[in-house]
């Protein structure tokens, strides 16, 4: 156990090296990647004191961290100094941090320590990226309901010239008819699958939690993989405007896409909360509702996680990529957005939603 004395000897050091009035967050370890020191930003980024922490394995902080173990160990061992511009700490509590780290080697009484200068960036990163993904969202859309009259009307038309056929020829022959106007159908379905919800919102004043309660029973009845249903509710939420039968699909489009990939035995929480200050399409929005969908399962694959929202993408192998994109569109018209942050062993979707003040 280091000692109280070894603890105001580091503070004073660093003291003298001004670290302590850095807005940014410092964070120094040994080479045993134990915390030595943080200074008030680092201190107010990991939500815990220097007392608390010194002496502990700074990766047993989080819960998940991009940063490894080995790469803060070669750092140490070569001297060399590196930046990362994207690293994600998730921490015990649930919540998760994007942040940009610089780490240089520093000498404290002749020992090679580890210095690392956190800058949070989540909030820059959020915001560029929805509003890139929204960009794309729209482009994509665009281009598919392009696409999906251009199909429609010859569409229509083959499936009349097959029918007439149908009366014009023998009875045995009508199987091949009969395969045309089924595969044209199905193909209709597809497209207007494809061109979302057409039908404006239904809203009224409704509690949340009636709607997320009918949805986990009707998931919770299918259920062959004894996948566990936890409940986190903040009964604290007052009713919002929505349009609950639409809000009952996305739930169950997320939630059936979480079933599909976890293993016999997973779990997925049902969590809501208030949330503050948010971002919603540009818009500040103070007061929000955060309904969360969160599973156990081995995550998306980072190369579809810019897309996920996009029509015909899925991580599933024989998945349509309708889901997500109809989950989106339906929030959209809610006025919230949907958001998700995965990695192996967590994936959390996010239905935000604004609160209105009731008239």
Known sequence: MLSNKHLKETRLFYASQ??????TAVIVINDELCVQYLNP????LLSKSLNRLFGQKLLDVFTYSSLSEQRLTQVLNSGQDFTDSDVVFEFIEGHHVTVEVTGSVSLFNNTEHLL???????????ISLEVFQEQQWEAAQDLIRGLAHEIKNPLGGLRGAAQLLDREILPEQREFTAMIMEQADRLKNLVDRLLGPNQLPKLGWYNIHEVVEKVYQLMSLDNDKGIAFVR??????????????????TLINIIGNAKQALPENGQITL????????????????LAVKLSIIDNGPGIPPDIQDTLFYPMVSGHQNGTGLGLSIAQ????????????HSYPGRTEFSIILPLPKRQ
């Not at 001004?18 to 807005?23: A, E, H, L, W």
């Not at 986190?232 to 699909?249: A, G």
């Not at 969590?271 to 103070?286: E, L």
């Not at 569109?329 to 998700?340: A, P």
């Open 18 to 23: 001004m670290v302590p009035q850095m807005v």
């Open 41 to 44: 930003a680092a201190e107010a």
């Open 116 to 126: 690392l200068e956190c800058r949070r960036i989540d909030k820059q990163k959020e």
């Open 232 to 249: 986190d509710y903040d009964p604290s939420i007052p009713d919002l405007h929505i349009d609950t039968e639409k809000l009952q699909q």
């Open 271 to 286: 969590k809501t909360r208030i949330a503050t200050n948010q971002t919603i399409h540009g818009v500040k929005v103070k």
């Open 329 to 340: 569109t339906l929030v959209h018209q809610h006025n919230g957005k949907l958001v998700c």
